[in-house]
């Protein structure tokens, strides 16, 4: 990595951690600099607005929970409704392990984005937005898979993939502001139930 | 209404429309002020710091949510089941028609200070909290009372209104980041399907 790619992926890398414990708009551009030890003008060299940073935090975060959890939780080892609940199981340990260091469950980097910016900033809510359809994606995977296999009567895979990942969302939004990560593993267990018939969405 | 009470609530409803159509943070007590005609000296008047105006935001935006959405969708006009899928109708009409007045979904007040502010302050969290336990206790009376009808059979009654309100959480912020009410239509259709089984919780 050339030293202007680590200088830009110091700032990322601060400003995802910055924002995720805390919120957006209560971190500033000098404080970000500050933690990533970089100067003010380097900061609009690489970012022209805090916008535009956002969304690199919103890509590398999307990264990071692709490679943390969406595919350690959906390999194929095991039968598709068994990733699902692996799925819960693994974003429970994550959450818990945080808490275990921190004292705190920080919420889902995205639903925190969307909650905090989606009328203020059109760009941001629209990353979030594609963000959230792009994570249905594995599920619809599963929950097709689980329907050819038989495990599943025939149901509306896309809109119960968006029911499940809608109910992460709150369930994400409880277990952050009761600072619970138990609530992650009660209530991921009814997931499976939000099954959307065919035809009846 | 003395002028010491009209001036105090002038700055919460003033607060409550800003912080509700951004964010908390975004906002400042200077603008609060100008919005609700009110010098800065006398805001700390009634209002030590910031975070005291937050929770009596949190205090007038419950007795709303309380006034508007919960009283209308729970009269026992209807069976106990029938109350549950009325609040989501309630729900969905009130930001369908905010979508129409202002292009925008503004998500549910104690869900954004949820996720804004769970992990900066330990006293809007704790507000939070309570009123989303709050929240759940007329789902509480209509599912024990479907029960006892035969309308359910017997379930975790307290567990089952605590998934249900999560989702509605869940759909409140899918419909803010998508910017779509319609997805609290068709979501919250899903909603009884999350029972809770006796006993495995």
Request: glycine content about 4%; some cysteine; charged content about 25%.
């Amino acid at each position: 990595m050339d030293a202007a790619n680590d200088t830009r992926q110091r700032i990322i890398t601060a400003a995802q951690e910055l924002i995720y414990t805390r919120s957006y708009n209560e971190v500033g551009v000098q404080e970000i600099c500050d933690h990533a030890n970089v100067k003010k003008g380097s900061f609009y060299h690489f970012f022209p607005s805090k916008r535009d940073l956002a969304l690199a935090v919103l890509d590398q975060s999307q990264a990071f929970m692709h490679e943390t959890i969406i595919k350690k939780s959906f390999l194929d080892d095991i039968p598709p409704l068994a990733r699902i609940e692996r799925f819960f199981t693994t974003i429970y340990e994550f959450h818990k392990q945080v808490k275990e260091n921190t004292g705190r469950i920080f919420g889902c980097p995205f639903g925190n984005f969307g909650c905090e910016m989606s009328t203020q900033d059109e760009d941001i809510r629209s990353k979030v937005d594609n963000i959230l359809s792009t994570s249905e994606k594995p599920f619809v995977k599963a929950l097709t898979e689980a329907v050819e296999r038989g495990d599943l009567p025939a149901i509306d895979t896309a809109a119960t993939a968006r029911a499940i990942f809608a109910y992460v969302e709150g369930i994400m939004l409880y277990a952050k502001t009761c600072n619970d990560p138990e609530l992650i593993r009660e209530l991921g267990k009814r997931a499976l139930q939000l099954a959307v018939p065919v035809n009846m969405q």
